[in-house]
Nanobody, 124 residues
Framework: QVQLVESGGGLVQAGGSLRLSCAAS????????MGWFRQAPGKEREFVAT????????YYADSVKGRFTISRDNGKSTVYLQMNSLKPEDTAVYYC?????????????????WGQGTQVTVSS
């Protein structure tokens, strides 16, 4: 079992930056990809970014490509999401998730463990 705890959310003006963190505990010895998803009010949860266990593969949603960067520090069992040039449409609850494999999937159904989420609000 893996427990995930996100932090780093908050209120920021458009054009600003935030860095989200996701700390994993429990069965962290298994090698799995990690992902970030988000859900805005009244919308479906959507994929944001994913990173393989080694960090050599990353994949982003088109809406965040070039603005967001996913990274991980396996020694600290932590995954990060650096968000720059934030827009009001980035406002959502952001969730980190551990994939059941290591493929770097964009599909939420491939992720077996989820954090509780952290709110990101971008004001215009």
């Amino acid at each position: 079992q893996v427990q995930l705890v996100e932090s780093g959310g908050g209120l920021v003006q458009a054009g600003g930056s935030l860095r989200l963190s996701c700390a994993a505990s429990g069965r962290t010895t298994r090698r799995y990809a990690m992902g970030w998803f988000r859900q805005a009010p009244g919308k479906e949860r959507e994929f944001v970014a994913t990173i393989s266990w080694s960090g050599d593969y990353t994949y982003y949603a088109d809406s965040v490509k070039g603005r967001f960067t996913i990274s991980r520090d396996n020694g600290k069992s932590t995954v990060y999401l650096q968000m720059n040039s934030l827009k009001p449409e980035d406002t959502a609850v952001y969730y980190c998730a551990a994939e059941t494999g290591n493929s770097g999937s964009a599909y939420s159904s491939d992720y077996g463990h989820w954090g509780q989420g952290t709110q990101v609000t971008v004001s215009s």
